[in-house]
């Protein structure tokens, strides 16, 4: 969609006036094992920003986001609770550029600050994606007050531009995108398949529930929530990981004929030789052999700082490859292309702004060779949002890049909204009774049938009509101290 440019929606100018962070500690009902950590315990980090946006008034919005320990940040040297504090210093870095700065559009804010940010957090020895996760989080709670002030919904913000997407360095390949008109054509939908997440440590037999009734085991997930799209975590040992998938796959098949899945190789294949030899098997595989459509992509298999080899253009990996954790930056993805990789995800942690700019390069890269089919491609996956501010945030922009599945795990992983107030929970359950199943005492996120009713996303704000109880929450300082040292 690059042409002469559609007149430009007025684009309302913000300003950070004051911030405040707060953070909960989420325990785990069940072990989640994904590449080399097992997760018990996280985080889960809360933003409440004031924003002046001019002729609107000043505003409240909100944010949350799991501070996971392992994901952003894989390096052996560094402890849990040291990644939780590089998180810290990524929020606290952000805010400090953004309050007191002049007037900019929502994005224009963003882009103004991106590249002083990353250089900084890169000098400090923090990875890309903990650095960007300070601006993926601050930008959503100002979007969330613009919203507001404009009394439009995120998918309205978008629509009419009002956040400001237009030219700008941090995107330079997209330079002569025509913003409104191809913002203008997103037609988010009001339900969503949620894709299910398998972790490593997940039974794969028996009916199992635990003491609320949640199902633990894989079938028993899939009877209670019908899904119909699964995500395979791998663990980085081909043989293992091909002996693990034939059970999964087996009970799939069983229980859910049909079911497409993804894999996740969380950058466990460091060594090619490995990745060669689990392609290879999973070609051999008879489940994938019947039915090849059925894997949908490879998601990261190998670590971060290897994406960019030339050996994974000539792979002839069974499926495509699709970048995570190596989507650290904004020219991640258009460096990946010319690697062999043609997918990106989608996570709100690791920036709104990030996620819409490459929904617009598949586009345009798609474009360019129509008769190869849509070659390249985005996903939604998830890092165990929470029910409430978090998971309904993501879910919006899942929804809003027009992607028809999301990974949900969150609420898998942990039961209804956790410790959060049962004020708070109830509040949230109220506004988007779409979003949520209250029929066992405790709001929980309600999937029937495999999907995800998400209608009540749609009204003014960043897909909330409740908010957090501020108070409930302990100070930023003592995320740490909530994992292990």
Same mark, same amino acid.
């Given at each position: 969609?690059?042409?002469?440019?559609?007149?430009?929606?007025?684009?309302?100018?913000?300003?950070?006036? +004051?911030?405040?962070?707060?953070?909960?500690?989420?325990?785990?009902?069940?072990?989640?094992?994904?590449?080399?950590?097992?997760?018990?315990?996280?985080?889960?980090?809360?933003?409440?920003?004031?924003?002046?946006?001019?002729?609107?008034?000043?505003?409240?919005?909100?944010?949350?986001?799991?501070?996971?320990?392992?994901?952003?940040? @894989?390096?052996?040297?560094?402890?849990?609770?040291?990644?939780?504090?590089?998180?810290?210093?990524?929020?606290?870095? =952000?805010?400090?550029?953004?309050?007191?700065? +002049?007037?900019?559009? =929502?994005?224009?804010?963003?882009?103004?600050?991106?590249?002083?940010?990353?250089?900084?957090?890169?000098?400090?020895?923090?990875?890309?994606?903990?650095?960007?996760?300070?601006?993926?989080?601050?930008?959503?709670?100002?979007?969330?007050?613009?919203?507001?002030?404009?009394?439009? /919904?995120?998918?309205?913000?978008? $629509?009419?531009?009002?956040?400001?997407?237009?030219?700008?360095?941090?995107?330079?390949?997209?330079?002569?995108?025509?913003?409104?008109?191809?913002?203008?054509?997103?037609?988010? =939908?009001?339900?969503?398949?949620?894709? &299910?997440?398998?972790?490593?440590?997940?039974?794969? #037999?028996?009916?199992?529930?635990?003491?609320?009734?949640?199902?633990?085991?894989?079938?028993?997930?899939?009877?209670?929530?019908?899904?119909?799209?699964? @995500?395979? @975590?791998?663990?980085?040992? *081909?043989?293992?990981?091909?002996?693990?998938?034939?059970?999964?796959?087996?009970?799939?098949?069983?229980?859910?004929?049909?079911?497409?899945?993804?894999?996740?190789?969380?950058?466990?294949?460091?060594?090619?030789?490995?990745?060669?030899?689990?392609?290879?098997?999973?070609?051999?595989?008879?489940?994938?052999?019947?039915?090849?459509?059925?894997?949908?992509?490879? #998601?990261?298999?190998?670590?971060?700082?290897?994406?960019?080899?030339?050996?994974?253009?000539?792979?002839? +990996?069974?499926?495509?490859?699709?970048?995570?954790?190596?989507?650290?930056?904004?020219?991640?993805? *258009?460096?990946?292309?010319?690697?062999?990789?043609?997918?990106?995800?989608? @996570?709100?942690?690791?920036?709104?702004?990030?996620?819409?700019?490459?929904? =617009?390069?598949?586009? $345009?890269?798609?474009?360019?060779?129509?008769?190869?089919?849509?070659?390249?491609?985005?996903?939604? #996956?998830?890092?165990?949002?929470?029910?409430?501010?978090?998971? $309904? $945030?993501?879910?919006?922009?899942?929804?809003?890049?027009?992607?028809?599945?999301?990974?949900?795990?969150?609420? &898998?992983?942990? #039961?209804?909204?956790?410790?959060?107030?049962?004020?708070?929970?109830?509040?949230?359950?109220?506004?988007?009774?779409?979003?949520?199943?209250?029929?066992?005492?405790?709001?929980?996120?309600?999937?029937?049938?495999?999907?995800?009713?998400?209608? /009540?996303?749609?009204?003014?704000?960043?897909?909330?009509?409740?908010?957090?109880?501020?108070?409930?929450?302990?100070?930023?300082?003592?995320?740490? /101290?909530?994992?292990?040292?």
């Amino acid at each position: 969609m690059a042409s002469v440019s559609s007149p430009r929606a007025h684009a309302p100018t913000v300003r950070l006036v +004051a911030v405040d962070f707060g953070v909960r500690a989420m325990t785990l009902r069940l072990p989640f094992r994904f590449g080399a950590v097992t997760l018990t315990r996280c985080p889960q980090l809360f933003v409440r920003a004031t924003v002046d946006c001019g002729a609107l008034g000043t505003h409240t919005g909100w944010a949350a986001e799991m501070m996971v320990p392992r994901w952003f940040d @894989k390096r052996t040297g560094p402890t849990q609770a040291d990644n939780v504090r590089d998180l810290q210093a990524a929020v606290e870095a =952000a805010a400090g550029a953004y309050l007191g700065d +002049a007037p900019a559009t =929502a994005f224009g804010l963003f882009a103004r600050h991106y590249p002083a940010l990353m250089a900084q957090g890169s000098q400090t020895g923090r990875t890309a994606l903990s650095t960007a996760f300070g601006q993926a989080v601050l930008d959503r709670a100002v979007l969330d007050a613009l919203c507001r002030a404009a009394d439009a /919904s995120v998918y309205a913000a978008f $629509q009419r531009n009002l956040v400001g997407l237009n030219d700008s360095a941090v995107a330079a390949d997209l330079r002569g995108w025509d913003w409104n008109a191809w913002l203008a054509t997103l037609a988010p =939908a009001t339900h969503i398949d949620a894709r &299910h997440t398998v972790g490593m440590l997940d039974a794969l #037999e028996g009916d199992a529930t635990d003491a609320n009734g949640l199902p633990v085991s894989l079938p028993a997930v899939v009877k209670r929530y019908g899904h119909r799209f699964f @995500k395979i @975590k791998l663990g980085g040992d *081909p043989e293992a990981d091909l002996v693990r998938l034939r059970a999964v796959l087996g009970v799939l098949d069983a229980l859910q004929p049909g079911h497409r899945f993804s894999l996740d190789g969380n950058e466990q294949y460091a060594d090619p030789a490995a990745l060669r030899a689990l392609c290879q098997g999973l070609r051999r595989l008879p489940a994938l052999a019947a039915r090849p459509g059925a894997l949908l992509y490879i #998601e990261q298999p190998v670590p971060r700082d290897a994406s960019l080899v030339p050996a994974l253009a000539t792979l002839d +990996a069974p499926a495509p490859l699709l970048l995570d954790e190596a989507d650290g930056t904004l020219d991640a993805f *258009p460096a990946a292309r010319a690697h062999g990789w043609h997918g990106v995800s989608s @996570k709100a942690c690791k920036g709104l702004y990030k996620a819409v700019l490459n929904r =617009a390069r598949c586009d $345009q890269w798609n474009a360019e060779a129509p008769a190869q089919g849509a070659r390249y491609f985005m996903s939604a #996956e998830d890092l165990t949002c929470q029910a409430g501010l978090a998971v $309904q $945030q993501d879910l919006s922009l899942a929804a809003l890049l027009g992607l028809a599945h999301a990974e949900r795990n969150g609420h &898998h992983y942990v #039961e209804g909204f956790g410790d959060a107030p049962a004020e708070e929970s109830a509040a949230f359950a109220a506004a988007h009774a779409d979003l949520y199943d209250s029929a066992a005492g405790r709001p929980r996120l309600a999937i029937r049938e495999g999907r995800i009713a998400i209608g /009540s996303l749609d009204r003014p704000g960043f897909a909330h009509s409740a908010d957090p109880d501020f108070d409930s929450l302990r100070p930023l300082g003592d995320a740490a /101290s909530t994992v292990p040292a």
